[in-house]
């Protein structure tokens, strides 16, 4: 499981609230991701890092902002979560020059 | 958009091989071609990834035709723990997942 952890696995919360999401590595990987998989969509890119304070948008960044001021982690906001933030994220590491990605569990995030 | 065309469905009995095809006519020189699979819930699983040449791995193999333009991802001995969606990637830069090929294993 390339020493991924995802927390919290599970989340309800109501619309307006802020929620961070938090990945935490134990391999010192440089990249990390953070990814939203609905239904009949594949996983989409939110947001990604390659290194500390490094980061950069992904294809569905809206309303999601992320922040990395150490290496093994690498959080992920909603500032003012929506129904349509519904989803489950996961996050995945991985080291320079490949695409080659190892994935975390994922966290089941509902927004009533 | 995704870059590859995969069927939406495959089924395989279990103990044969597995032949999951992939068209990616459009791919670049510099693009790589990418094999992931998603477990019922899990996160995506890393499978085998390749340019040019075929390649082998302790889980698969990938078969990439000379132009290019297609490829094969190959599970010799396909079991019920295989049953997952499997995702063609084409990429030099983001994985860009589409919505990939549910493979059901039977007994």
């Known amino acids: 499981d390339a020493g991924i952890t995802q927390s919290p696995r599970h989340k309800v919360t109501e619309t307006g609230t802020p929620v961070t999401l938090r990945c935490h590595q134990t391999?010192?990987?440089?990249?990390m991701y953070w990814y939203r998989q609905d239904p009949g969509h594949g996983l989409r890119l939110i947001h990604y890092?390659?290194?500390?304070?490094?980061?950069d948008k992904g294809e569905v960044s809206d309303g999601y902002s992320v922040s990395r001021s150490k290496t093994e982690d690498f959080l992920l906001t909603l500032e003012s979560a929506t129904s349509s933030q519904t989803s489950v994220y996961f996050c995945?590491?991985?080291?320079?020059?490949?695409?080659?990605?190892?994935f975390g569990p994922g966290t089941r995030l509902t927004v009533t | 958009d995704a870059k590859t065309t995969q069927p939406p469905s495959m089924d395989c009995a279990e103990g044969r091989a597995a032949n999951l095809p992939c068209n990616h006519s459009?791919?670049?020189?510099?693009?790589?071609v990418y094999w992931y699979r998603q477990i019922h819930s899990q996160g995506p699983q890393y499978i085998i990834h390749?340019?040019?040449n075929n390649e082998t791995n302790e889980m698969a193999s990938l078969i990439i035709t000379e132009d290019r333009k297609s490829s094969t991802l190959i599970l010799p001995h396909a079991t019920l723990r295989d049953t997952a969606v499997y995702y063609c990637?084409?990429?030099?830069?983001?994985?860009?997942f589409g919505t990939g090929t549910r493979l059901q294993v039977f007994p």
């Open positions: 995945a590491v991985a080291g320079g020059g490949s695409y080659e990605q190892y």
């Open positions: 990637i084409v990429t030099y830069d983001k994985l860009i």
């Open positions: 390749g340019l040019k």
């Open positions: 391999e010192n990987h440089r990249y």
């Open positions: 459009t791919i670049s020189g510099n693009e790589y």
């Open positions: 890092s390659y290194g500390v304070k490094d980061t």
